[in-house]
């Protein structure tokens, strides 16, 4: 594929500041682009390989910088406009070589399935289920009892949706995903042994949510764990029972949300992000990397474990960077007042006299 820059800005909707007929036959970072290729500048920390970078265009935003000698396309949102060029120039990613209902699949005769629904080798559907129309079930993935799954879904291998949770529409689930597994739920008795308490409650996952590749979703009790509409789950993660993840939050890998959390909207949970259980976190709070979360924040950025303020947590860090210096400017001190001290006292030893007797 080939494309004149007049023809990409049209495409895309940017606004292109440079030679119209120059064409684009690929896409690459900055660093490593070609007259041929378009790349973009998506964080300041770049502008350096931008000034040198070889790339036919550079996708921008309209406060960025334009070196001269260079083709540009600037958006407000030049990420997505690289992506459309990618999508564009690279060959479309087929779904599988599968199609339709493969045979060695097991599918219970009372399944509902809709139109144009692809179902890939040795999955496994037990009773009950309804699968709408456009979803593509890739191979080995196990789906229990009465579980629904809406349209235009994508399941790749090795997933496992248990029994009766609920799929939305537009719903991608990376490979080895769970779906319903058990809640970590025990009572002990008084001999000391763990009774498990059964989880009888469900796991929905609303519209256009994708979770992320070995990520397990816990059934509840007996409610419901939820996650709202356009929220992505990146890999690794563990989301306990009963909890209720808000609309269009983005939870990074490796985070563990406890059991009857849950979040408002527009929240970030950065990498190893720790959330006690029966806590609440308000829209558009951001939890950076490691954080641990203790208590419910209301709004605001917040770092570090417990979980700060990031202001907070940024002027504690400058202190704990001065540690050195404060160790040695105490230990100066207790030398120097030692000094005071020992002459002070034989100062006071010496100009001191016997009382008179009278």
């Given at each position: 594929m080939r494309y004149t820059l007049a023809e990409l800005s049209a495409l895309t909707g940017a606004e292109l500041v440079g030679d119209v007929g120059h064409v684009i036959t690929g896409v690459d970072t900055l660093d490593e682009a070609t007259s041929e290729d378009a790349?973009?500048?998506?964080?300041p920390r770049y502008l350096d390989a931008m000034k040198k970078s070889e790339a036919g265009v550079i996708c921008i935003g309209p406060s960025d910088p334009r070196p001269e000698g260079k083709n540009f396309l600037i958006s407000e949102h030049p990420t997505l406009t690289f992506q459309a060029i990618v999508e564009s120039l690279l060959p479309t990613r087929s779904r599988s070589g599968f199609h339709g209902i493969h045979p060695s699949a097991v599918i219970h005769e009372d399944t509902i399935l809709g139109e144009l629904v692809t179902i890939g080798p040795n999955v496994v559907i037990d009773r009950g289920v309804k699968i709408g129309s456009g979803t593509y079930i890739a191979p080995n993935v196990s789906i229990g009892f009465d579980v629904t799954i809406g349209s235009n879904c994508t399941i790749y291998p090795n997933c496992t949706i248990r029994e009766r949770c609920i799929l939305g529409h537009r719903?991608?689930?990376q490979p080895g995903a769970v779906v319903g597994s058990c809640g970590f739920g025990y009572a002990q008795n008084s001999q000391g042994k763990h009774i498990k308490l059964e989880q009888l409650g469900v796991v929905i996952l609303e519209d256009d949510v994708e979770i992320g590749?070995?990520?397990?979703?816990d059934r509840s009790r007996f409610k419901t764990t939820i996650v709202r509409n356009g929220t992505k789950i990146d890999n690794l993660v563990q989301i306990a029972h009963n909890v209720e993840i808000g609309e269009h939050n983005v939870i990074a890998a490796q985070t563990g949300i406890a059991g009857s959390s849950k979040t408002g909207s527009n929240v970030m949970l950065g990498g190893q992000v720790g959330v006690v259980g029966h806590v609440t976190i308000g829209s558009k709070v951001l939890v950076a990397t490691r954080g641990g979360v203790s208590k419910s924040l209301k709004s605001g950025k917040y770092r570090g474990s417990p979980a700060m303020p990031i202001y907070e947590y940024h002027r504690q860090e400058v202190h704990v960077r001065k540690l050195e210096e404060y160790v040695q400017r105490i230990k100066d001190l207790e030398e120097a007042l030692s000094v005071q001290f020992s002459s002070?006292?034989?100062?006071?030893?010496?100009?001191?006299?016997?009382?008179?007797n009278r």
């Amino acid at each position: 594929m080939r494309y004149t820059l007049a023809e990409l800005s049209a495409l895309t909707g940017a606004e292109l500041v440079g030679d119209v007929g120059h064409v684009i036959t690929g896409v690459d970072t900055l660093d490593e682009a070609t007259s041929e290729d378009a790349s973009f500048l998506a964080n300041p920390r770049y502008l350096d390989a931008m000034k040198k970078s070889e790339a036919g265009v550079i996708c921008i935003g309209p406060s960025d910088p334009r070196p001269e000698g260079k083709n540009f396309l600037i958006s407000e949102h030049p990420t997505l406009t690289f992506q459309a060029i990618v999508e564009s120039l690279l060959p479309t990613r087929s779904r599988s070589g599968f199609h339709g209902i493969h045979p060695s699949a097991v599918i219970h005769e009372d399944t509902i399935l809709g139109e144009l629904v692809t179902i890939g080798p040795n999955v496994v559907i037990d009773r009950g289920v309804k699968i709408g129309s456009g979803t593509y079930i890739a191979p080995n993935v196990s789906i229990g009892f009465d579980v629904t799954i809406g349209s235009n879904c994508t399941i790749y291998p090795n997933c496992t949706i248990r029994e009766r949770c609920i799929l939305g529409h537009r719903v991608i689930l990376q490979p080895g995903a769970v779906v319903g597994s058990c809640g970590f739920g025990y009572a002990q008795n008084s001999q000391g042994k763990h009774i498990k308490l059964e989880q009888l409650g469900v796991v929905i996952l609303e519209d256009d949510v994708e979770i992320g590749a070995n990520t397990t979703i816990d059934r509840s009790r007996f409610k419901t764990t939820i996650v709202r509409n356009g929220t992505k789950i990146d890999n690794l993660v563990q989301i306990a029972h009963n909890v209720e993840i808000g609309e269009h939050n983005v939870i990074a890998a490796q985070t563990g949300i406890a059991g009857s959390s849950k979040t408002g909207s527009n929240v970030m949970l950065g990498g190893q992000v720790g959330v006690v259980g029966h806590v609440t976190i308000g829209s558009k709070v951001l939890v950076a990397t490691r954080g641990g979360v203790s208590k419910s924040l209301k709004s605001g950025k917040y770092r570090g474990s417990p979980a700060m303020p990031i202001y907070e947590y940024h002027r504690q860090e400058v202190h704990v960077r001065k540690l050195e210096e404060y160790v040695q400017r105490i230990k100066d001190l207790e030398e120097a007042l030692s000094v005071q001290f020992s002459s002070a006292s034989k100062k006071c030893k010496h100009g001191s006299k016997e009382p008179q007797n009278r």
